[in-house]
Structures are given as C-alpha cells and as structure tokens.
C-alpha cells in the first residue's frame, strides 16, 4: 500500500515555465488536496476536490490550476511559474469528514529562480 | 472561520524532560482537533486527533493531547522527551466554514528541540 505518492520530490524551474506538480493516492479516497508549506507560515491550503470531476479554491489558489479526472490522481499546474511559488508542496487525502485525517505526500521542494 | 494559534515557533527540552506544545483554536461550533507531526524532509504523520468522544486523547510515540473547552485549547504534551521527538509539530482544526467539512486549517507549527 504505497499511500500518497508524489512526483517529482526536486524540481528547479525558471521564472515564466510551467510544469505539473503529481499526486496519486491508491487508498480510494474522495477527498483530496495540495498544500504548500513555507517557513513560519505553517500549512496552506491551495486547491481541494472532494470528488472526481468536483474541485474548489482554498486560502492561496492563484497561479495554480488542478483537475480531478479520476478519483487516484490531482496534479497540479503551474501555467507561468514565479519566484514566490518558491515552497515544498505537499498532497494530502482523506476519505472526507470531519473527523478524517489527512494523509501526506512526502512533498515536492519547487525552487523557481 | 475556524483557525489555529500555536504558541511558540521554537520549543528546546532536555532529554527526559517534559514536553508541552500550545495550541489554542477558535471555533463557532464543536471542533475536530487534530496533532501532526513532521520529520525532516518528509510529510505529516497524524499524531492523535480528538473528535468529541473523550477530552483526554492518548497518541503515538506516547504523546497525548487534553481537549479543553473553557479554554479553547489542545495543548500537546509527553511526559519524558526523547531525541527521536525532535522534529516540526502542527495543530490542526477541522475547517467547516463555507459549508465544507473537508477542510484542515493549520497553525504554523512548533519546531521541538530535544536537547542531551
């Protein structure tokens, strides 16, 4: 059972490229959801999607796109990259609810000069 | 909107010594309070989380986490630290505002030092 699984965990990019940030999840979980994380601002929530096909904005959307085709996958894009999308990115998912925890991706460390 | 206020960016212990992270909330409706802890470069593990059927919220790795209303805390605790403890802790509360009751709302962590 590899949980959430996350591509690639390194990437540099320069400003103005693009390029899709990947998560898949094999614990059949409708809930699933990007983070970034930055020092001394903790967790941040950037999109969500609660099915396949459904997807919302979170506290930092822009410069982000995501789409849920299957219930397994949620990449995320990055159409025209900045520096300040400099982060780790984190994929978490869970099987909805209040009470259900999240499970993590190992991250994604984004650097873009 | 629910949020999270952790006290203390930066907590140090001596090894043996107890260990408390603070974490207050602010909720307009009974709240599902969860603990994460991150190791370096990697992602959250769930420590324990409390959902309303006891105060007292035993977790992994022999942490624990006292729910407190009149508070409005979920301070974490241990009783003895030890090195393998050193890592980034998260308090997190369960985010309903919009309707939504998938969200998690994060505070912005407690880096624990663990100290020989």
């Known amino acids: 059972n590899a949980g959430v699984t996350q591509t690639p965990k390194f990437q540099v990019l320069k400003t103005g490229q693009s390029m899709t940030l990947q998560c898949a999840q094999d614990?059949?979980?409708?809930?699933m959801s990007w983070y970034r994380q930055d020092p001394g601002m903790g967790l941040r929530l950037i999109h969500y999607s609660v099915g396949a096909g459904i997807t919302d904005q979170g506290e930092v959307p822009n410069g982000y796109n995501v789409s849920r085709s299957t219930t397994e996958d949620f990449p995320l894009r990055l159409l025209s990259a900045a520096p300040s999308q400099t982060s780790v990115y984190f994929c978490a998912s869970s099987y909805g609810g209040q009470n259900s925890p999240l499970h993590f991706g190992n991250g994604t460390r984004l650097t873009v000069t | 909107a629910q949020s999270v206020t952790q006290l203390g960016s930066h907590v140090s212990v001596s090894e043996g010594a107890l260990v408390l992270l603070r974490c207050n909330y602010s909720?307009?409706?009974?709240?599902?309070l969860f603990w994460y802890v991150q190791y370096p470069n990697q992602g959250l593990q769930l420590l324990l989380k409390?959902?309303?059927?006891?105060?007292l919220v035993k977790g992994i790795n022999g942490f624990e986490a006292e729910f407190k209303k009149s508070e409005t805390s979920f301070h974490l605790t241990k009783p003895s630290a030890h090195m393998s403890d050193a890592a980034e802790y998260f308090c997190?509360?369960?985010?309903?505002?919009?309707?939504?009751?998938?969200?998690?709302?994060f505070g912005k962590g407690t880096l624990l030092t663990v100290n020989p």
């Open positions: 997190a509360v369960s985010d309903i505002s919009g309707g939504s009751n998938y969200k998690l709302t």
């Open positions: 909720s307009s409706v009974p709240p599902y």
């Open positions: 614990m059949n979980h409708e809930y």
């Open positions: 409390y959902t309303s059927a006891a105060t």
